[in-house]
């Protein structure tokens, strides 16, 4: 069973830039992707940022161009950079594996505000 320890959440100002790291620990084989979701009140979860292990990736609309994800393979960690934050970026932010057997892992959320 994959475990996911997240960091990095935190306050930031529109426009700063904020980075969020996630973790892995247990298994790390058959991993087909790890990445972030996010869900703000009132809102639906949608997918922010996902990197498959071939090192596709994928972006929600809306962060494309602001976000990039990244990994550290020796580490088991992705990394989340987010520059020019809106204050609509508020939300709990979830990582998330996925394993090629067994349920899918998420984080605990790390909240993520932007504000002034």
């Known amino acids: 069973q994959v475990q996911l320890v997240e960091s990095g959440g935190g306050l930031v100002q529109p426009g700063g830039s904020l980075r969020l790291s996630c973790a892995t620990s247990?298994?790390?084989?058959?991993?087909?992707?790890m990445g972030w979701y996010r869900q703000a009140p009132g809102k639906q979860r949608e997918l922010v940022a996902f990197i498959t292990s071939g090192g596709s990736t994928n972006y929600g609309e809306s962060m494309k161009g602001r976000f990039s994800l990244s990994r550290d393979n020796a580490k088991h960690t992705v990394y989340l950079q987010m520059n020019s934050l809106k204050p609509e970026d508020t939300a709990v932010y979830y990582c998330y594996a996925a394993p090629a057997y067994g349920s899918p892992v998420w984080g605990q959320g790390t909240q993520v505000t932007v504000s002034s």
């Open positions: 247990g298994s790390i084989v058959s991993i087909l992707g």
